[in-house]
């Protein structure tokens, strides 16, 4: 073969092994293939200028090169794709055993648990729990339970009123019961009373409560408590410390102390304020008792007899006791936690925490 096309196939195929990517590859073949001006095209050219006899040989060769050079282009061409292929899968990979993203799962509000526990301390007393409506009549949530309309008592429980568009509402106001949203768990007792007349009963009412309250760091105006409700023969103000006491023993521990001072609800008679000594110092005193030593754990007393019959019962041969206890602040006790709007801010940082 000729001397100049065994050194333009050497090269030719030594650069192209050289050539890595598409873009190299597409230069070589302007370079040697192309033709106008390709390294191949020119050795052509020179045929007309050799000897008449050395011309058949030269063409042959040169044909012979560009069909060798042809084919090892493609073949190059190939392998880089192939290649370009594999990295790109390497790259873009799944590997299959990595252990996949767990979903976050939630789990109980905090109050709800801590309901939970009262619920399961008062089972094993024989509570079950009652459920009362959230939005209740005037007359339930007061009237029935011995605060009339013009009783001072309402103070204690201001309220949100629910506003009726009904027809005719305006017209005749006595028409339609006035509701509000509940301001303590006590209506329930009511209900609970004039369905199991004259069963005797043992029930917690746990729910939400409102208020019109200035929201501060330690009242909001929606929080929980839980109503406990006992009615029947000969029953005491002793059943109730007795009951108020093994609740503190289960909740916090044996060896806790209860007192109990007078108070006033108008739905019992006579009533009072159950304290416990302070968990956190041992009643030696902390500013969470304020130095007391104490900490107040629900209002209570015996159902007046007003309430009694109207539930259904004849204050004559039954009677009963109440009491009424609040979920959260137990709660901020325990944990330390400075402000209740955090129990419905819905911050999962405060609520993971429980
Ligand atoms: N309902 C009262 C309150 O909200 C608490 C209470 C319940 C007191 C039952 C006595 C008996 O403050």
Redesign the pocket.
Known sequence: MHESLVQLRDDALADLAAAADAEALEAWRVRYLSRKGGALTTAMSILGSLPREERPAYGAAANEVKAALEAAFDARQAALKDAALAAELAAGAVDVTLPGRPPSIGHLHVTTQNLRQLYAVFAGMGFEVYDGPDVETDEYNFGLLNIPAYHPARD??DTFWVSQNKPGFSEKPGLFPKLVMR????PG?IRAMRERCPEPIRVVLPGK?YRYEQITMRSEHQFY?M???AVGKGIRMTDLIGTLREFARQMYGSGRKLRVRG?Y?P??EP?IEADMDCVLCDGKGCPVCKYTGWLEI????MVHPVVLRNGGYDPDVYSGF????GVERPTMLKYSVKDIRYFYGNDLRFLGQF
């Open positions: 204690m429980w301001t303590h768990t006590s007792q409560c408590q109503e406990g409700l108070s609800f739905f019992t009533s629900a209002g209570a007393g109440a009491f009424g206890m």
